[in-house]
């Protein structure tokens, strides 16, 4: 299924942990963005599904082409009233930068564990060294535990700033 949200359980677990330094927001933009490519040929039929967005150097281009638009969209936001859900607006640079980078890479090394016609070396070598590494379900438990606990951590960290008050 593309667009997975186990995805998510990491970004949240790494932006509790950092929650100035990490962007949630461009980590998970930038996996819907690799999503995109298995959905695109899931809907044409056509396969392999993965191809060049799941490779280090696809990501790359999906890790620029989301801190551009993440900052474009920044820019706009001063000259036009858009939503502000998620306080998004508030963004900095750097954080987008980070969350976009650990948002594009991980997502290859996720579905490198679980998915066969991924070849995240390419067009280098066809190798992908991760598949099979830990089982699917082990994969999706670890997503899960990872997002539990960044929820966790973004729970006493606002309770923290609330006793604070």
């Known amino acids: 299924m593309p667009i997975t949200p186990f995805h998510f359980g990491p970004a949240a677990l790494v932006h509790a942990v950092a929650p100035r330094h990490v962007s949630f927001l461009a980590f998970c933009a930038a996996n819907v963005l690799i999503d995109v490519e298995p959905l695109y040929y899931m809907l044409s039929h056509e396969f392999p599904l993965h191809r060049f967005f799941h490779t280090y150097v696809g990501a790359t281009g999906i890790w620029l ?16 009233r858009l939503p502000n859900p998620f306080h998004w607006q508030q963004l900095k640079p750097l954080p987008i930068i980070i969350g976009a980078t650990l948002g594009s890479y991980s997502h290859i090394v996720l579905d490198s564990v679980m998915h066969e016609d991924i070849r995240p070396f390419a067009p280098w070598s066809a190798a992908n060294p991760l598949l099979g590494m830990i089982s699917l379900n082990a994969l999706h438990v670890g997503c899960v535990i990872a997002g539990a606990l960044g929820y966790i951590v973004m729970e006493i960290r606002r309770t923290e700033v609330r006793a604070r008050r």
Not at 65 to 80: E, V
Request: charged share 10%.
């Open 65 to 80: 082409a989301t801190t551009i638009l993440m900052m474009l969209l920044l820019k706009l936001s001063r000259w036009f």
